[in-house]
Nanobody
Framework: QVQLVEVGGGLVQAGGSLRLSCAAS????????MGWYRQAPGKQRELVAT???????NYVDSVKGRFTISRDNTKNTVDLQMNSLKPEDTAVYYC???????????????WGQGTQVTVSS
């Protein structure tokens, strides 16, 4: 089995910073893409940032220049550094991974349990 465990999140004032970390563990053969999604109350889950194994990144326009995603391929971890936070960044943030499980064909996607980020104005 594979698990994604997130740490970080919390309450911060507008303009502040937070860092989210996620570690994938279990019978992992390889990890292709890792990323972060978020879901605000009453809204659909949206992609925040992704990073693939070669380091290429992708960000939603609303966080470009403020958030930075990084990963450690040797540890199967992904971090999200969030700076200049705004109240509209308030949401539950979910770690996501697209990976190959040892002994299993094809790629599978996994989600973390979610961590709350609240930005006060």
């Amino acid at each position: 089995q594979v698990q994604l465990v997130e740490v970080g999140g919390g309450l911060v004032q507008a303009g502040g910073s937070l860092r989210l970390s996620c570690a994938a563990s279990g019978s992992i053969f390889s990890v292709n893409r890792m990323g972060w999604y978020r879901q605000a109350p009453g809204k659909q889950r949206e992609l925040v940032a992704t990073i693939i194994s070669d380091g290429n990144t992708n960000y939603v326009d609303s966080v470009k220049g403020r958030f930075t995603i990084s990963r450690d391929n040797t540890k199967n971890t992904v971090d999200l550094q969030m700076n200049s936070l705004k109240p509209e960044d308030t949401a539950v943030y979910y770690c996501h991974a697209l990976l190959v499980v040892s002994g299993m064909p094809g790629q599978r996607q996994y989600w973390g349990q979610g961590t709350q980020v609240t930005v006060s104005s």
